[in-house]
């Protein structure tokens, strides 16, 4: 019972990193139906903005921890202002093909732009928060873990207030709704657009903060894998319904950590891809997604 425990947290702290990524994907497709493929790209400029300002505060400090959280998250906040100022908002009515490359295109130039400028070796990310393990009845708790878990689930509800409790949040819905009659009653798209990937650059930010806590090995591809993985989830949640995209994240990091523990520990990777591939087959609307009819 107690590994089983031990696996199920070690699982869930995955997961909560999934679904902070897939929540950037699903917001971004809410509102303009496409896949940002360069969402996973920030979530490791925003591990690199840690790395660099954790080595400038003192180390293992609380405040100095959230101060680089949140300098990790306005920083890529803004890279993703800049991307969708610069690459996807000239090509908001062309064809959807055209936006996908572009976005394939945008993910390639931050990776190696990653490696030019960061170099291409590992390194070790600072312990920028106080770091202790404990033990509970012969269960292992380590506070990076608890950290994790208690910093996306905070995000997550932040998340939910902002969507559902604020005026930002209510114009997002009804362009994702309808973006021409949300112009026509007063909405700013272009200001709505560009809040909602400056909000998801942001929770991928937070995600590559926390992979690095538990993961603390970085690099300029160490998006590529956790990012497809966050894609997956987003498509088993429900790809642009914002609880599904947190259900699956939790659901894939969980599956993901069995699976490692037990002797089919090779596949691991593959567990991800092969729930894709069922759940486009079985549901392609994903767990609380919900079945439309488009006229094309």
Same mark, same amino acid.
């Given at each position: 019972?107690t590994?089983?425990?031990?696996? !199920?947290?070690?699982?869930?702290?995955?997961?909560?990193i999934?679904?902070? &990524?897939?929540?950037?994907?699903?917001?971004?497709?809410g509102v303009?139906?496409?896949?940002n493929f360069?969402?996973?790209?920030?979530?490791?400029?925003? $591990?690199?903005?840690?790395?660099?300002?954790?080595?400038?505060?003192?180390?293992?400090? /609380?405040?100095?921890?959230?101060?680089?959280?949140?300098?990790?998250?306005?920083?890529?906040?803004?890279?993703? &202002?800049v991307?969708?100022?610069?690459?996807?908002?000239?090509?908001?009515?062309?064809?959807?093909?055209?936006?996908?490359i572009?976005?394939?295109?945008?993910?390639?130039?931050?990776?190696?732009?990653?490696?030019?400028?960061?170099?291409?070796?590992?390194?070790?990310?600072?312990? #920028?928060?106080?770091?202790?393990?404990?033990?509970?009845?012969?269960?292992?708790?380590?506070?990076?873990?608890?950290?994790?878990?208690?910093?996306?689930? /905070?995000?997550m509800?932040?998340?939910?207030?902002?969507?559902?409790?604020?005026? &930002?949040?209510?114009?997002?819905?009804? *362009?994702?709704?309808?973006?021409?009659?949300?112009?026509?009653?007063?909405?700013?798209?272009?200001? #709505?657009?560009?809040?909602?990937f400056?909000?998801?650059?942001?929770?991928?930010?937070?995600?590559?903060? /926390?992979?690095?806590?538990?993961?603390?090995? &970085?690099?300029?591809?160490?998006?590529?894998?956790?990012?497809?993985?966050?894609? *997956?989830?987003?498509?088993?949640?429900?790809?642009?319904?914002?609880?599904?995209?947190?259900?699956?994240?939790?659901?894939?990091?969980?599956?993901?950590?069995?699976?490692?523990?037990?002797?089919?520990?090779?596949?691991?990777?593959?567990?991800?891809?092969?729930?894709?591939?069922?759940? !486009? !087959?079985?549901?392609? $609307?994903? /767990?609380?997604?919900?079945?439309?009819?488009?006229?094309?």
């Open positions: 019972m590994e089983f425990l031990q696996q !199920l947290l070690n699982g869930l702290s995955l997961g909560a999934y679904a902070l &990524i897939a929540l950037g994907y699903t917001m971004v497709y303009l139906r496409f896949i360069a969402h996973s790209d920030i979530f490791m400029v925003g $591990a690199y903005v840690g790395y660099y300002l954790g080595r400038l505060v003192p180390e293992g400090t /609380l405040w100095g921890g959230i101060l680089v959280l949140l300098a990790a998250m306005l920083g890529c906040a803004l890279l993703g &202002i991307i969708e100022r610069l690459a996807y908002r000239p090509l908001r009515h062309a064809p959807t093909l055209n936006v996908l572009t976005a394939i295109g945008v993910s390639l130039l931050l990776e190696y732009s990653g490696q030019r400028l960061f170099g291409a070796a590992s390194r070790t990310f600072p312990a #920028v928060f106080p770091v202790a393990h404990f033990s509970l009845g012969g269960l292992v708790l380590s506070t990076n873990q608890l950290l994790v878990i208690i910093v996306a689930v /905070l995000l509800l932040g998340l939910q207030f902002v969507v559902h409790r604020t005026r &930002i949040g209510t114009a997002m819905r009804a *362009v994702s709704l309808n973006p021409q009659a949300a112009q026509l009653v007063g909405v700013n798209n272009d200001v #709505v657009i560009t809040f909602t400056g909000l998801g650059s942001a929770l991928a930010a937070a995600g590559g903060i /926390l992979y690095s806590l538990n993961y603390p090995s &970085i690099d300029p591809l160490m998006g590529v894998m956790p990012g497809l993985k966050a894609f *997956v989830a987003a498509v088993l949640g429900g790809i642009g319904n914002l609880p599904g995209a947190a259900l699956g994240g939790l659901l894939l990091g969980t599956v993901e950590t069995f699976v490692g523990g037990s002797q089919w520990s090779t596949y691991k990777d593959a567990i991800a891809f092969t729930i894709l591939i069922a759940i !486009l !087959l079985f549901r392609p $609307a994903g /767990l609380l997604g919900r079945f439309t009819v488009e006229k094309v």
